[in-house]
């Protein structure tokens, strides 16, 4: 399937592919990590750089969304990555609507864990 990606999906997804895993998903990381990264014209045209946090920032807009090719077990990859993300980035209660989109796009399904109340309702 063919997912027209912006420059956050990109880096996003390239900050998850896993570094060891069986031959055949490493087969498909290979690709995407092909297929994901930004050319060097675009880099120079979003005017990428990383600031003293650490964050990468862009100018938006410059740079149009790039199709991707993604199979079956792409896609299966990038969901667990995402859905591992989401888990992480939920706990730092630090989830962006830029994520979300991102969950939505590749109908990742993520469940927060159920928040234990501090009352005892219903308990005698």
């Known amino acids: 399937m063919e997912y027209a990606l912006s420059i956050y999906d990109r880096f996003t997804l390239l900050s998850f592919l896993p570094p060891a895993q069986s031959y ?5 990381v290979m ?18 750089v990383q600031g003293t946090d650490g964050f990468l920032r862009w100018k938006t807009g410059v ?3 790039k199709a991707v090719e ?4 792409g896609l299966s990859i990038i969901k667990d990555g995402l859905a591992q993300r989401a888990k992480e980035l939920d706990a730092n209660q630090a989830i962006t609507v830029e994520f979300l989109r991102l969950l939505d796009r590749f109908e990742v399904v993520y469940s927060p864990p159920e928040v234990e109340s501090d009352s005892k309702e219903g308990k005698s």
């Open 63 to 65: 740079v149009p969304d």
């Open 24 to 28: 055949v998903t490493m087969r498909v």
């Open 31 to 48: 690709d995407l990590m092909a297929a994901l990264p930004l050319s060097e014209t675009e880099l120079a045209d979003a005017q990428v």
């Open 70 to 73: 993604i199979g079956a077990v």
